[in-house]
């Protein structure tokens, strides 16, 4: 394999893996989690259906998953290991903190539904990303 071009090393090892354990190739998340992959995959989770109601905020945190727990005054669903974080909080959060906090931890946080949208959706971009965004 030494000296071919555009080798995908990363998919060789996944098809070893899966030739060595036959279980692997098996696996079906909604048959060993049950409902629970759909819930979290289409937001019908209870979590989701409490986000859903006319004045509450929700915000989507993607930070890295080793990332310490905050309390943010507020009810927290956690993916992903940690990765991803769903922030139900029962009295309006100051954006800012919260994507600084996000910010420090390697992420960023979305403001994914709620009545008062003045901070925004979207976390800000850094002003090289911003001047390249506004460049395209």
């Not at 036959?22 to 049950?34: E, K, N």
């Not at 209870?46 to 890295?64: I, K, M, N, P, Q």
Request: glycine residues 12%; contains cysteine.
């Amino acid at each position: 394999m030494r000296g071919q071009v555009g080798h995908d090393h990363t998919k060789s090892r996944r098809s070893i893996a899966l030739c060595l354990n036959p279980a692997i190739q098996s696996f079906d998340p909604q048959r060993v989690l049950g409902d629970t992959v759909c819930w979290l995959r289409d937001q019908t989770h209870e979590f989701f259906a409490r986000a859903s109601d006319g004045g509450a905020t929700l915000w989507r945190l993607s930070v890295s998953s080793t990332a310490p727990w905050k309390d943010f005054g507020g009810d927290m669903l956690v993916e992903w290991g940690g990765a991803l974080r769903w922030l139900l909080p029962r009295a309006p959060v100051d954006a800012e903190a919260l994507r600084a906090w996000a910010a420090g931890e390697g992420g960023h946080a979305s403001l994914y539904r709620g009545p008062d949208k003045s901070s925004g959706a979207f976390h800000p971009l850094p002003p090289v990303m911003l001047g390249l965004h506004q460049r395209l």
